[in-house]
């Protein structure tokens, strides 16, 4: 039996056509977790909503993707029928339709699970590629930009229960364009893809309590490492200058939470 579960999204860039086109349209679920055993099949549909005014010519490919350090998503570049790959493992049907204004399409993918295959983490994911009907992608006029937008369901498939083993390798801070972070670099070096959870506890000098905050919940990716930035205020707020303890407690599904400490310098 396979067990699904739905959230969070991708969005990749468009390149808009100078004519002036434009794409709005939604695709759900982005996010689709299996829980599987070797021989089990899964079969789902995923539905196009075009809310714009012009009809939409949908293409739907099956593609392997990464997540680099940071978490971004990869899919150029992105080795076919990898260590982890479940793409060998689905058929998509249509792999094209047209969705007229306000209408929704429905593309459905069956992934069935090899007989034998190791227990671990795998993935895979579904490329939706939006033209306008009339638009040959292989053609392009003088003067005219390729119209085509992008959107991506990730799949993940974890088949059976490996052991779980993630460790805290560094700790540093950053300060970005959405504000002050704290960075916790993870290492997974088990086979299994695992979701982060937990508070991030700021303390002042005295040791008093001022903030107590949601660690992201993000994908640790079999044998990889990544960056985890969680935030260090609500919102738009930024921390008074000044120094802080910073207690990091993550739960990774290890039967011990991972602890780290560090000291944060708020400059004036």
């Not at 070797?38 to 714009?52: F, L, R």
């Not at 990898?82 to 399409?105: F, I, M, Q």
């Amino acid at each position: 039996m396979i067990r699904a579960a739905f959230c969070a999204l991708l969005l990749l860039a468009a390149s808009p056509r100078a004519v002036g086109a434009q794409v709005s349209v939604e695709v759900a679920p982005l996010r689709i977790e299996l829980q599987a055993g070797p021989g089990s099949v899964a079969n789902q549909a995923i539905t196009v909503q075009n809310s714009g005014k012009e009809p939409l010519r949908v293409r739907a490919r099956i593609t392997d993707w990464d997540l680099a350090r940071d978490g971004a998503p990869q899919f150029e570049g992105v080795p076919e029928g990898g260590p982890y790959s479940a793409t060998a493992w689905v058929r998509v049907a249509p792999p094209e339709l047209v969705v007229d204004p306000g209408k929704e399409g429905i593309v459905r993918f069956s992934l069935t699970v090899p007989q034998g295959i190791e227990p671990a983490g795998y993935r895979t994911g579904i490329l939706f590629e939006f033209l306008p009907p009339g638009l040959d992608p292989g053609k392009k006029g003088r003067g005219e930009v390729q119209f085509r937008s992008r959107i991506a369901s990730l799949i993940y498939v974890n088949v059976g229960t490996p052991p779980i083993a993630v460790e805290l390798t560094d700790l540093l801070s950053r300060d970005t364009k959405e504000g002050l972070r704290v960075i916790a670099v993870l290492k997974n070096t088990s086979k299994r893809t695992v979701r982060t959870k937990g508070t991030l506890t700021l303390f002042d000098r005295a040791g008093a309590t001022i903030a107590q905050l949601p660690i992201p919940d993000v994908p640790l990716l079999p044998e990889r490492e990544r960056e985890v930035a969680i935030p260090t205020s609500e919102g738009d707020k930024r921390l008074p200058a000044g120094e802080y303890r910073v207690e990091l407690k993550i739960d990774v599904g290890m039967a011990a939470v991972i602890v780290g400490e560090t000291t944060l310098k708020v400059p004036k």
